[in-house]
């Protein structure tokens, strides 16, 4: 099993901000790591996939980066509706593991 | 248009066996590479993956959980069925499945989920 830990597991930011968002790996995993977006009472949407790669009608703002062991997703300037918590998924082996989440709170 | 929806019931005993059905449109499980997934999220929980069945009906399980599930496909109907036995209060989530569309692609669409309770 990979074990993924995600940090934080709380921000607090103010609209404008650049945040960051980090998940490590219990080991490599190449490039096959995901980043969700979730909202109170909805299912997650797929933000980035392929550590890179920004799904179809995400805005620019959001990035991701690394490839590994250790993978970033920064929010280039935090806007109102990116108020929710992130998931860091890797699928590059079964069982698929999730990270505990990081909510993303107004300051 | 790509959706997913979960049925099922809301309310389950202890030691009962829960069946859930995803219904989906907008894509076909006989098409090669597509796969559909379950996850669910206990309350203020994290996601936590359970199964997954391919168009080729190869099926994947969650290690810790794989006695008590079983994924299956009925292609005609574009249903998926996950049944999980022996229910537990601890079981109780949000469930939701998933369409991938290819085995280098996480999920990209998923359902809506159904909250399920386990309860005496």
């Known amino acids: 099993v990979i074990w993924m830990t995600q940090s934080p597991s709380l921000l607090s930011a103010s609209t404008g901000d650049r945040v960051t968002i980090s998940c490590r790996m219990s080991?490599?995993?190449?490039?096959?790591l995901a980043w969700y977006q979730q909202k109170p009472g909805k299912a997650p949407e797929l933000l980035i996939y392929?550590?890179?790669t920004l799904q179809s009608g995400v805005p620019s703002r959001f990035s991701g980066s690394g490839s590994g062991t250790d993978f970033t997703l920064t929010i280039s300037c935090l806007q109102s509706e990116d108020f929710a918590t992130y998931y860091c998924?890797?699928?590059?082996?079964?069982?698929?593991?999730f990270g505990q989440g990081t909510k993303v709170e107004i300051k | 248009q790509i959706t997913l929806k979960e049925s099922g019931p809301t309310l389950v005993k202890p030691t009962q066996t829960l069946t859930l059905t995803c219904t989906f449109s907008?894509?076909?499980?006989?098409?090669?590479?597509?796969?559909v997934g379950w996850i669910r999220q206990p309350p203020g929980k994290a996601l936590e993956w359970l199964a997954l069945?391919?168009?080729?009906?190869?099926?994947r399980y969650s290690p810790s959980l794989k006695s008590r599930l079983t994924i299956t496909k009925d292609t005609s109907k574009n249903q998926v069925v996950l049944t999980m036995t022996n229910m537990d209060p601890v079981d109780t989530a949000t469930y939701y499945c998933?369409?991938?569309?290819?085995?280098?692609?996480?999920?990209?669409?998923w359902g809506q989920g159904t909250l399920v309770t386990v309860s005496s």
């Open positions: 080991q490599g995993i190449s490039s096959y």
């Open positions: 907008g894509f076909s499980l006989s098409t090669s590479g597509v796969g």
């Open positions: 069945i391919y168009w080729d009906d190869d099926k």
């Open positions: 998933a369409h991938r569309p290819s085995p280098r692609v996480p999920p990209d669409y």
């Open positions: 998924q890797q699928y590059y082996s079964f069982p698929w593991t």
């Open positions: 392929a550590a890179s």
